[in-house]
């Protein structure tokens, strides 16, 4: 027997001395063996077999006080040595032993005093605390984990009496092995030392005896770091893989074997690499192990490697693991493995890997939903109406499809792809989901433009274009509160909805579908949102060619004039201004605004870049701005007491891959008023299969003007973007948001006791990616549990990047982050200029007020270009 059976069995004994009956419940059956030889001088021992009945039918002698004669016995005054063994729980047996229990003592898991506590865990430290104290509490943890059992801490009780570590312990302040092992692993620190006092030959046997781990007694301090650190790092590596699966070249590596040794050095290892302390040192050794070793080339099965974070190649290996899932048709597994290892050790540490997995947890996404949209698109009722309400309203609506898809496209636009092939499998999945996107556009276009027609042009339940202002804008100018139209030229509906989100903390928030007047251009969209367009529009022709639409007496052919035919419908104060204005507000344009009792704000940034920019990339980045802006705006108003916002626009807008000159088709000619890509205005001309005609009294509009629509995706041949397009039939050109917003009661807590506290794991930046940790904390009561913050990359005073991505709380529209209290928060930055920049500053700012919360700087840049 061992040291701990040895103080076990002294613990009972004193017990049985003392009161003579002894109850022993075991539901860990920790001590099942034990109690086949336990022996102590003149004590019976009792097991439970099977039944209660015949184990109490055993003990009833012992309970006797009186013969056969009924006289007393002569001992009756002595209690009898008894130990009645249960392996079970004590609530277990339904307290059948408590006549037992109430004539003796109980010993069990947990029971108080200690010198009654069986839990084995509690043994062991006991005894290790005398023999091994360094060892002891990572004894113990092992033992609550199950991983050592009694005949194990026997047996490790004599192995560790033998060990000396006094030198190791002068050296490094303690004698754990998992603690020197660690110190040295990341440390030079105490090379000299080892040297002068000749330690290697102590620190080998500790780590032999404690970890499993070889060293060379003789070796110097620097070649036995190596040796420790391909041991620690192949042991957590090797130990994740079944047999069959290690690779052979491995197999003659002298690792730790035994259950015990490997639970110490898989710890280790998790501590090595969480410990910001130890963190620097650990990607050193993870670098160097794998290069070293070659392990980058390892083909090891992937399902075995998800929970590991040992080498930076395993990150590599489930990413290319993760696009073949997309290829292969597996969205769903690519989906589990980007939830899994988004926010990886290996992901954090090199930031393009946490945008690689942005881009796969997109990628399927819309591969997911698209599927379900075209399994859901063969059993939906062929109404208009039943279309647009899958689009736009439930927990999943199809119109996430699209903001997927543009999260995506602006995720790829900043991946800076490699030139080396590393990236082949990436490419080929972009380019199968951006088909994929097309086919389930296609087919919903298809499909709502076949019930579409059916319906007669009509959508019934939704809100008109035409009635946005006399429903949602009059009555707040009517009941004289101060109110903000502000109309967003191609506001497709999921901006607006992802907008909405973002400012639910702040306003009280509708988000209403509005079916956008047909034809889906701006000249028709914006006159919509006119005061009395709820009357009726004309479409006609203005002098010069151009289509203008005609309210009443009025023809409003562009913004000025649109400007000034609203400014003539009220009789009120308007302030009239562009959303660029909003942004930085001169106190002149404050003034106004405070003065006025309507804000009309127009923005056609989306509209202009989409039909104008070169770079589709260029473009997708702007539009993202636009929604940053957007908000800022509005918080801009909120402060200059506008207490009512409605927000909408003219039309929405498709923008996917570019067409191909096969989808291209001949418009039907005749006399042309205007022609778009998806759209043509006039007269005459000649019918085709591949679009439909109708007259403007068909859509609701007078005049004698004739329309022609695509009926696909396909585009009229015609000038202009080859992937951006509005004007046609679609849920995406005419399903708009009406966002309407009162501002809550600040909670006047909310800006007391804040910080935002930045930190940064390397010394520089190196690449256009780099990451930096901010970690939101309070002081005092009442602080608020989250924060929404805008963060900013600076060089020379000028914005010189944006965050690409944080750990959580990020959106993807607006790049607004939101802190929880007291847990960090890794921020991608990405780097938009390099230039010459010698170093840059990382700043953090309320969402809300634009108050700095904290600043980093300066960062060095060294780039190399």
Same mark, same amino acid.
């Given at each position: ?41 003149? #004590? ?6 099977d039944?209660?009945?015949?184990l ?26 008894l ?11 339904h307290y ?5 229990e109430?004539?003796?003592i ?5 029971a ?5 506590? #069986? ?13 091994a ?12 984990? !199950? ?11 004599i ?11 002068i050296?490094?302040g303690?004698?754990s ?8 692993a ?18 080998a ?6 970890? !499993? ?5 003789e070796?110097d301090?620097? #070649? ?10 192949m ?6 893989l079944?047999?069959?699966a290690?690779?052979a070249e491995?197999?003659s ?6 259950p ?20 620097k ?5 993870a670098?160097a ?9 390892? &083909? ?7 929970d ?11 990413l ?5 899932c997309?290829?292969?048709?597996s ?10 290892r988004k ?7 090199e930031?393009?890997n946490?945008?690689?997995w942005?881009?796969v947890e997109n ?32 927990k999943?609506?199809?119109c996430l499809?699209?903001?997927y898809?543009?999260h995506?496209e ?6 800076d ?9 990436l ?8 088909q994929?996107y ?8 298809e499909?709502?433009?076949s019930?579409f ?5 009509e ?6 274009h035409?009635s ?14 101060k109110v903000?139209y ?13 907008l909405?989100?973002?400012?639910t ?13 047909l034809p889906?251009?701006?000249t ?22 151009k289509?203008?639409?005609?309210i ?11 400007l ?23 106190k002149?344009?404050q ?12 923005s ?21 701005e636009?929604?940053?802006k ?7 108003l909120?402060?200059l ?6 927000i ?9 891959? #570019?067409?191909?000159? !096969? ?7 005749g ?9 043509w ?14 007259s ?12 022609a ?6 585009c ?5 973007s080859?992937a ?23 909670e ?13 794991d ?13 970690t939101y904390?309070?002081?005092?009561l009442f ?5 929404r913050?805008k ?7 000028k ?7 944080s ?7 607006t ?6 209290k ?12 390099v230039? &010459? ?7 953090v700012?309320d ?5 700095e919360?904290?600043r980093l ?9």
């Amino acid at each position: 027997m061992g040291k701990v059976t040895d103080c076990l069995l002294s613990l009972i004994a004193k017990q049985v001395n003392d009161k003579g009956i002894v109850v022993w419940y075991d539901p860990e059956k920790a001590y099942t063996k034990i109690i086949e030889k336990l022996s102590v001088p003149e #004590t019976t021992v009792l097991s439970f077999e099977d039944s209660f009945f015949r184990l109490r039918e055993q003990i009833e002698p012992f309970l006797e006080f009186v013969d056969d004669s009924e006289k007393p016995k002569p001992d009756c005054g002595v209690p009898p040595k008894l130990i009645v063994y249960i392996p079970k729980g004590r609530s277990d047996t339904h307290y059948a032993m408590v006549e037992v229990e109430m004539a003796g003592i109980v010993l069990e898991p947990g029971a108080h005093p200690w010198q009654r506590n #069986t839990r084995l865990r509690v043994i062991a430290e006991q005894v290790f605390k005398k023999i091994a104290p360094d060892s002891a509490v990572d004894i113990a943890r092992q033992v609550e984990e !199950g991983i050592l059992t009694l005949e194990e801490l026997d047996k490790l009780s004599i192995e560790v009496e033998g060990i000396t570590t006094g030198t190791v312990k002068i050296i490094f302040g303690t004698a754990s092995a998992v603690d020197v092992a660690l110190d040295f692993a990341a440390s030079a620190e105490h090379d000299e030392a080892i040297l002068a006092k000749q330690a290697m030959p102590e620190l080998a046997g500790l780590f032999h005896s404690d970890l !499993g781990i070889e060293l060379e007694p003789e070796a110097d301090p620097v #070649t036995a770091r190596k040796t420790l650190w391909r041991a620690i790092l192949m042991t957590e590596l090797l130990s994740a893989l079944p047999e069959e699966a290690r690779p052979a070249e491995f197999s003659s590596m002298a690792l730790p074997d035994r259950p015990e040794h490997v639970d110490k050095v898989l710890h280790l290892c998790n501590v090595w690499r969480n410990r910001v302390d130890y963190r620097k040192a650990y990607i050193e050794a993870a670098r160097a192990t794998e290069s070293e070793l070659g392990l980058s080339g390892l &083909d090891l099965p992937t399902d075995k490697l998800i929970d590991l974070e040992t080498f930076p190649f395993l990150e590599k290996a489930l990413l290319l693991c993760a696009d073949r899932c997309l290829l292969d048709g597996s969205p769903h597994e690519a989906f589990r493995l980007a939830q899994e290892r988004k926010n990886s050790f290996w992901s954090l540490e090199e930031p393009t890997n946490q945008l690689r997995w942005a881009l796969v947890e997109n990628n399927a996404h819309i591969l997911i939903l698209g599927e379900r949209i075209r399994a859901e698109l063969i059993k939906l009722k062929k109404s208009p109406e039943f279309f647009v309400h899958a689009y736009t309203e439930g927990k999943n609506p199809w119109c996430l499809l699209d903001t997927y898809y543009r999260h995506l496209e602006g995720q790829y636009s900043t991946f800076d792809l490699g030139l080396g092939g590393e990236h082949d499998e990436l490419e080929k999945v972009i380019t199968r989901v951006r088909q994929d996107y097309t086919k389930t556009v296609e087919h919903c276009v298809e499909a709502f433009i076949s019930v579409f027609e059916a319906s007669d042009f009509e959508i019934k339940d939704y809100l008109p274009h035409g009635s946005v202002y006399i429903q949602h804008v009059s009555p707040h100018i009517v009941g004289n509160e101060k109110v903000a139209y502000i109309l967003v030229d191609a506001l497709r509906f999921e901006m607006g909805r992802e907008l909405a989100e973002g400012l639910t903390d702040e306003f009280d928030i509708r988000l209403l579908p509005c079916i956008a007047h047909l034809p889906t251009i701006t000249t028709v969209g914006m006159a919509a949102l006119m005061p009395g367009a709820e009357n009726g529009m004309e479409l006609v022709q203005a002098p010069g060619g151009k289509i203008a639409i005609g309210i009443g007496s009025s023809t409003l052919k562009d913004r000025a004039g649109r400007l000034k035919y609203f400014e003539g419908c009220l009789n009120k104060k308007i302030e009239k201004c562009k959303l660029n204005d909003l942004i930085k507000p001169s106190k002149k344009r404050q003034a106004k605004i405070k003065d006025a009792d309507v804000v009309l704000v127009t923005s056609q940034e989306i509209d202009r870049r989409g039909e104008e920019a070169e770079d589709e990339d260029e473009t997708r980045l702007f539009m993202e701005e636009v929604l940053d802006k957007l908000r800022r705006g509005i918080r801009c108003l909120v402060s200059l007491g506008v207490i009512r916002f409605v927000i909408t626009a003219d039309h929405g807008h498709l923008f996917g891959e #570019t067409i191909e000159s !096969g989808m291209k088709m001949d418009p039907p000619g005749g006399i042309t008023a205007e022609l778009h890509r998806r759209v043509w205005i006039g007269k005459g001309g000649k019918a085709g299969e591949g679009f439909i005609r109708v007259s403007a009294s068909q859509l609701g509009l007078g005049g004698d003007l004739e329309l022609a629509f695509p009926r696909s995706l396909a585009c009229f041949k015609a000038g202009g973007s080859t992937a951006y397009f509005h004007g046609g039939i679609s849920l995406q050109e005419m399903v708009i948001p009406v966002i309407l917003l009162k501002p809550k009661e600040a909670e006047p807590h909310a800006q007391i006791g804040r910080a935002v506290k930045l930190s940064m794991d390397k010394p520089k930046v190196t690449t256009r990616f780099f990451s930096v940790t901010a970690t939101y904390t309070t002081e005092g009561l009442f602080t608020a549990e989250e924060i929404r913050v805008k963060v900013a990359v600076r060089a020379r005073q000028k914005d010189a990047g944006f965050a690409a991505m944080s750990v959580y709380g990020f959106e993807e529209g607006t790049k607004e982050i939101v802190l929880q209290k007291n847990r960090p928060n890794p921020i991608t930055f990405m780097l938009s200029d390099v230039g &010459d920049i010698k170093s840059v500053s990382v700043h953090v700012l309320d969402a809300v007020s634009q108050l700095e919360l904290a600043r980093l700087e300066p960062i060095p840049v060294a780039i190399a270009i």
